[in-house]
Each structure stands twice: as C-alpha cells, then as structure tokens.
C-alpha cells in the first residue's frame, strides 16, 4: 500500500511581532477586504506598530484593492505622517485611526468602510443592529453611534476635534455605526479585524432578511456573545480563518503570493 502524501499548508501567525511582519499583514488585510466585498474604492484599515505603540502603519491614498509594501507609510497619533512618500498623500481620515488608537490601548488595528448592510442601521437609530447570528454576537457590547452634524465636511472625519468625538463614542466598545457613512470598528489584530468586520456585515444582512419578511429574530444573550468572541478570537479558530482569507486572497491576487 502506497504511503499517504503528506500536503504542507502554511500557517500565518496571527500577532504581528515586528514592524516588517505588520506591514505585510495590513497589505494582505486591505486585500481581503477588498477582495471579500468590505472595501471598495474608498475605505481604509491600520495597524499600530508593534515596535512602537505610539505610531501605527497605513497605506497612502490609494484604493485598498491595489495597496503593495511600497505604499505603507508611519503616522503618529496627531495623524503626521513620519514616513511621506514623494508625491504620494495620506488618507486624510488617518486622524480618526490616530486618535481612535490613542484613548483605545487595547485596538491595534481600526476599520473605516461603508458596508452597505449596514448603512441602514446608521440611519434608523430606531431599529438597532441586533446579534442575530453568532457571528454578530462577536459585538455583544453593542454598538455605538455618531452623528455628524457639520454640513460643511461631507461627513467625513477630517479634525482631530471630530476624530476625537468620535473616539470618544466608542466608550469601551468595539464598533461605531456613522450616520449615513458607514462603520468604524477595531480589534486587537490584524486578523480579528478582518474577521470582525466580515462577519459583521454577514450578521447585518441576516438580519435585514428578517426585517424582509417581517420576521422578530431571537437574539443572541450577552453570555452567548462572550463565549463566541472568545472561541472565535482564540488561537485555534482565529487562524483557521485567517489561512482562509489568506489563502483566497493570494489565489485571487497572484502579486500578494510571497507575503
């Protein structure tokens, strides 16, 4: 009998312990979420710098499906650029990223998109976006809200004043629904974002389908919602899923295949 073939899958840790290993991650994040739907041509993520937490890691001004090494760049938490690219700009919404990380030690990496299943809980603060799933349950804190009402900006968040009313809405939890704009969210790692922010949509478009019908969906409890969060963060589930997204995405993007 011929001896089975053993197949080698590599494995991707989930921590990003040095810089270099931080700005390949948030490379293969902007691509995933691009490839998986999260981003579009607008949208943004970021990693604080594991060698030095008081400055973190993000593209320039660029569409998160097309972002390489060559395009990351430092910023402080004042949101100046440490490390411009000639000819190349920031995000200017790198300042909600800056101070978000800033009064939140324990977020090392922040989302800003506009998924559109969540769109509409943005602006129908009367029905809330509820952990209808699982994989919505990751958020059993629930959700906090900003409502931007200077005309003047296109609601996008471009003062450190705003970012930081921003920031502070968060109080101790881990996502932010922006009227009419989209969502902000953060997470210990790079693969717990995009976890987070994948799984969320899924939840919200879950429960859209409920409203569709006319259906009153039972919730997840608070309990349930901590013990997910927990199973799904921890080692083993966090890096099978990050393989995944990984995996898919080096398919589907051939230029990202050696990180």
């Known amino acids: 009998m011929e001896k089975e073939k053993l197949v080698t899958i590599k494995r991707y840790e989930c921590d990003a312990k040095t810089a270099e290993e931080a700005k390949r991650q948030l490379v293969l994040c902007n691509r995933i979420l691009a490839y998986e739907g999260a981003l579009d041509g607008l949208g943004h993520v970021s990693i604080r710098n594991p060698e030095n937490p008081n400055t973190f890691f993000q593209s320039i001004s660029i569409s998160p499906e097309f972002v390489t090494m060559d395009d990351i760049i430092e910023i402080d938490m004042d949101g100046k650029v440490l490390t411009p690219i000639e000819g190349k700009k920031a995000y200017g919404e790198r300042i909600l990223h800056a101070r978000l990380m800033a009064v939140r030690p324990d977020i090392n990496c922040v989302f800003h998109g506009h998924p559109l299943p969540l769109i509409p809980f943005s602006v129908c603060p009367e029905i809330p976006l509820l952990p209808v799933m699982n994989y919505g349950s990751i958020f059993y804190n629930g959700f906090s809200y900003y409502n931007c009402t200077d005309p003047s900006n296109g609601m996008v968040v471009y003062t450190a004043e705003e970012a930081d009313l921003v920031a502070a809405s968060f109080g101790e939890k881990w996502a932010c629904l922006m009227r009419g704009h ?78």
């Open 182 to 259: 989209g969502a902000t969210i953060g997470a210990e790692n790079i693969p717990q974002l995009v976890l987070d922010v994948l799984l969320l949509i899924k939840n919200a478009q879950v429960q859209l389908d409920c409203l569709k019908i006319g259906g009153k969906p039972q919730v997840c409890t608070e309990e349930e919602g901590r013990s997910y969060r927990f199973v799904m963060h921890a080692d083993l589930a966090l890096g099978r899923c990050w393989n995944y997204y990984v995996s898919r995405v080096k398919k589907a993007m051939p230029d990202v295949v050696d990180l």
